[in-house]
């Protein structure tokens, strides 16, 4: 110690502090348990804070070097050095608190866990080596030990992005060809690909409560992720009880208001849409079956190749109409994105109790833009259909919850672009929904409670 010019104090002070932080897993294990509601506050604050000790450690190598020709930013990168541990050791702790507070369990859990103590531990070591490397008698311990906190660092911030993003969150939109070529491939789902479950349950799972409730995280020990682990359940027992919808705390959570600690999905994740809780209901209703291609009211998604949208034209000069029709009568055309060419979506949300088929028709003359139409829970009848047929880049409607009995259906039949049509909770007939069957640009067709569903589980056949 006297060679290296190391305190042993400071020695000792490491040694229990890493003998602490290697302990503390052993003592306060993560068992699937959530615990008190005070950890979860308190530990809430690990997404703000980390980004310091991150920061100042990435800016801890550039200092070193640049001390080469500038001795006054080396003496800076040991005051950088020290305030990264004094950050990174609350990080730590209040990363504990959020997951052994909310019952986190997982393998990336449990990595990222390993890896910020293993980052602890190794800038503890360079804070108490680098007096002597400075000195010039440990030259290659102090490089070592710095480029090793860095790769820790890296494979830490790793699993902790795939925690906030999902595992596969840099792989997501690699290119088929890159991904072959690494073997990324899709974990099996233990159902028929051609079911139902695979085809609409799952990836609504996969996209909206896998995050929190996979083989990366398993918050209460439930994951989500395949159709076994959905029909397991968690340490509270099972979430879906077959033919039973509303005995089942599946739904029953995602259907809580939004500002109930127990809605999910949790941590402002983007909640499941309407539809995607109808459909879960009725597979629930039908037997939440593995191997069924179809429930009643809706048709498994076909496993085919959909042409890109086609580009609508610049609407850019009707922006000053639009704006003024929105603020009289408070329906809305929101664009798709920054590029006109994507088109616009009809919202009528803020006023569904009051559009008519009267307000419907004012927004003919931007027919050519429109390219989705929300009109859910309006009072919009059949004879909006003579408004919507001229809606000629159409490609998705929105008509449930609405007083449609499906007579002027065939009107939207010269609508090759739309493939989207919810006539849920309408009062849809079993003759109106036979017109469906000439419509083959449709994909995704949903019936549910409608007087069509009984006894036509699929009203149409998608193609």
């Known amino acids: 110690m006297q060679r290296t010019r190391i305190p042993t104090s400071a020695a000792l ?8 932080l290697v302990l503390l897993p052993f003592v306060f294990r993560l068992n699937g348990h959530a615990h008190a509601d005070w950890l ?50 609350p990080t730590l702790a209040l990363g504990y608190m959020l997951a052994y507070g909310s019952g986190d369990t997982g393998s990336t859990v449990t990595r990222h ?17 680098r007096s002597a490397w400075a000195a010039g008698t440990q030259p290659r ?19 902790g992005g795939s925690l906030s993003h999902g595992s596969d969150y840099l792989t997501r939109y690699m290119p088929t060809g890159v991904r072959s070529m690494f073997s990324f491939g899709s ?20 996209s909206k409560c896998v995050a929190c409730h996979g083989s990366s995280t398993e918050k209460g020990g439930l994951r989500l992720d395949s159709y076994p682990n959905l029909m397991h359940g968690g340490k509270d027992g099972v979430v879906v009880i077959a033919g039973k919808p509303e005995a089942s705390p599946l739904l ?31 597979w629930i209703t039908a037997g939440a079956s593995s191997t069924a291609a179809t429930i009643p009211g809706f048709a498994a998604a076909a496993q085919s190749s959909e042409p890109p949208p086609q580009p609508v034209g610049d609407y850019s000069a009707l922006m000053p109409e639009i704006q003024r029709m929105q603020q009289q009568q408070g329906a809305k055309l929101v664009p798709v994105s920054a590029k006109p060419s994507d088109g616009l979506i009809l919202r009528t949300v803020d006023i569904a ?54 007579s002027g259906l065939a009107k939207l039949a010269p609508l090759k672009q739309l493939t989207y049509l919810n006539l849920s909770n309408t009062h849809l007939t079993a003759q109106a929904a036979a017109t469906l069957k000439s419509m083959p640009q449709l994909r995704r067709v949903y019936l549910f409670n409608t007087p069509a569903e009984v006894g036509t589980a699929s009203a149409k056949s998608t193609p």
């Not at 002070?13 to 602490?20: C, E, L, P, S, W």
């Not at 310091?52 to 040991?78: D, F, K, M, N, Q």
């Not at 490089?143 to 660092?153: E, I, Q, W």
């Open 252 to 282: 029953s959570r995602v259907t809580l208001p939004t500002s109930d600690k127990h809605f999910m999905p949790a941590e402002g994740r983007t909640p499941l849409t309407p539809d995607e809780i109808k459909m879960i209901r009725a």
């Open 353 to 406: 109790s009051t559009f008519n088929d009267a307000q419907l028709a004012q927004f003919q003359k931007f027919a050519p833009y429109i390219v989705e139409a929300e009109l859910s829970r309006t009072t919009v009848t059949d004879a909006g259909f003579d408004t919507l047929r001229t809606f000629a880049h159409l490609r998705s409607l929105h008509l449930d919850g609405t007083a449609i009995t499906g």
């Open 113 to 129: 866990l390993w890896g910020a103590i293993t980052l602890c531990i190794a800038l503890m070591l360079c804070a108490l080596i």
């Open 187 to 206: 974990p099996g789902i233990g159902a028929d690909p051609a079911s139902f479950y695979a085809q609409r349950i799952h990836p609504v799972l996969d």
């Open 13 to 20: 002070r490491v040694a229990a502090t890493a003998f602490a």
């Open 40 to 89: 979860q506050f308190f530990g809430r604050f690990h997404p703000a804070l980390l980004h310091i000790p991150i920061g100042l450690i990435v800016l801890l190598p550039i200092l070193e070097y640049a001390g080469v020709r500038r001795p006054a930013l080396r003496e800076s990168a040991g005051f950088v050095l020290r305030l990264a541990v004094a950050f990174a050791l």
């Open 141 to 159: 311990a102090y490089p070592a030990m710095l480029t090793f906190s860095l790769l820790a660092l890296l494979f830490t911030g790793h699993q």
